[in-house]
């Protein structure tokens, strides 16, 4: 639904038409004849708080005038920000940004001209091509699937979509493009191509490829073990219960994919070369004192914070208590061999089932701890999650699977 001004004052409209310093500077920098759209963004000055980007007249005065909401941004190292160009948009408007607490116009784009005959044109072959694949399937919630819900749920409307056979020399013609070059990505790229795929493109925003996973050197190089990685972490192998040792079933694509990697290097680069360290752990399986992740040896996290009147309170007895009543609450050895045996399907059944009390009233996490076991709402929040420890299913995972 399109929201105008109907009536501008003079003054007005020249102060929305011309600002005169622009706190962020806007721009598109291709022609606009598609529904996807970088919009490339600069602070010319520092601007607190969020920001909220719009489309929408040239003129208008608040964020509520709008054709339509683009994004938000909440760190001023944001340079890009990925527009989504709706079905009903109009040529000749402009990119508008607001500051999100105070509706205040921070900046704003030339005339963006959108070629609309081109757009419809693309939208009517794309249609075309969907109706008459017998295979296609919507990823949206028309066709049961979840888009921002747990990955196996789309699998699961997949597999029972009774998909008709694929001509797959057919398939292996087709153009695909993966978007962004991230462990996923990069990982899509491999079994494309090695599946017999030769027309794979692999887009990246960014000046590296990895994604989170990345490796900062605080001085000096790499021989001077003075770094920091970024987002490697420890991948237990195995689990051991009642004297058994399980595999952790989901982290042995993991070391295959480092086996797989290294016989593709030949195993004669050692720039290429993957190595994994051995991962020292000591201390209690039990929850950690102050919340946070395990490490080697010995934490003390004895230490005093505000309680909710003010004054100051020791986390003490009551945070180890809760801690206690927390760990008998949490499942049983039996579920962390199903965790191990096929860690996507205990996953759901814990989604699914959650935490219950003894008349069966299922809670969530925070709750749990704040309600039904009566710990203080202070104890609650800085023992636990202001520690790190953000669910009962990442400690349960981590703490077990060592």
């Given amino acids: 639904m399109k929201r105008w001004l109907a009536v501008l004052a003079p003054s007005a409209l020249a102060a929305a038409q011309n600002i005169t310093s622009p706190s962020i500077r806007i721009e598109t920098r291709v022609p606009l004849n598609s529904r996807l759209c970088n919009v490339y963004v600069e602070h010319v000055q520092p601007v607190k708080g969020a920001v909220d980007f719009s489309y929408g007249s040239c003129q208008q005065l608040t964020p509520h005038d709008s054709h339509h909401f683009i994004a938000t941004s909440t760190d001023a190292s944001q340079d890009r920000l990925v527009w989504t160009l709706p079905e009903d948009i109009f040529s000749g408007g402009c990119i508008s940004a607001w500051s999100t607490t105070t509706n205040v116009l ?40 979840n888009v921002w819900g747990p990955w196996f749920d789309g699998v ?32 899509a790229y491999l079994c494309l191509t090695q599946q017999g795929l030769t027309s794979v493109s692999l887009i990246e925003g960014g000046d590296r490829l990895g994604g989170r996973v990345q490796t900062v050197y605080l001085s000096g190089g790499p021989f001077d073990y003075s770094y920091q990685e970024m987002g490697p972490m420890r991948v237990p192998m195995t689990l051991t219960v009642a004297n058994q040792t399980y595999n952790m079933s989901d982290h042995q694509l993991v070391f295959q994919l480092v086996e797989e990697m290294n016989m593709l290097n030949k195993d004669n680069d050692d720039d290429l070369h993957i190595d994994l360290i051995d991962w020292l752990e ?8 102050d919340g946070g992740s395990n490490r080697v040896g010995e934490v003390d996290g004895q230490q005093g914070r505000p309680d909710n009147q003010g004054a100051v ?63 203080n709402i202070n104890n609650t929040h800085f023992g636990y999650w202001g520690k790190g420890a953000s669910s009962f299913w990442d400690k349960v995972y981590r703490s077990k699977s060592l």
């Fill in 156 to 187: 699961e409307v997949l597999k029972n979509a009774e998909c008709s056979a694929i001509d797959s020399a057919a398939a292996k013609q087709k153009s695909i493009a993966i978007v962004g070059a991230g462990m996923s990505g990069l990982m």
């Fill in 106 to 145: 921070l900046g704003r784009s030339e005339v963006q001209h959108l070629d609309l005959h081109t757009m419809a044109r693309r939208r009517h072959a794309r249609l075309a091509r969907r109706s008459n694949d017998p295979n296609s399937i919507l990823m949206d919630n028309s066709t049961g699937v």
């Fill in 282 to 289: 000591a201390g209690s399986r039990t929850l950690p004192r």
């Fill in 313 to 375: 309170g020791q986390l003490g007895m009551s945070v180890e208590e809760i801690f206690d009543k927390v760990n008998k609450a949490l499942p049983c050895e039996d579920f962390c061999v199903e965790m191990a045996n096929n860690m996507f399907t205990a996953h759901r059944k814990w989604l699914e089932k959650g935490l219950f009390d003894l008349a069966g009233n299922q809670w969530s996490e925070f709750a749990f701890t704040a309600e039904y076991l009566n710990n």
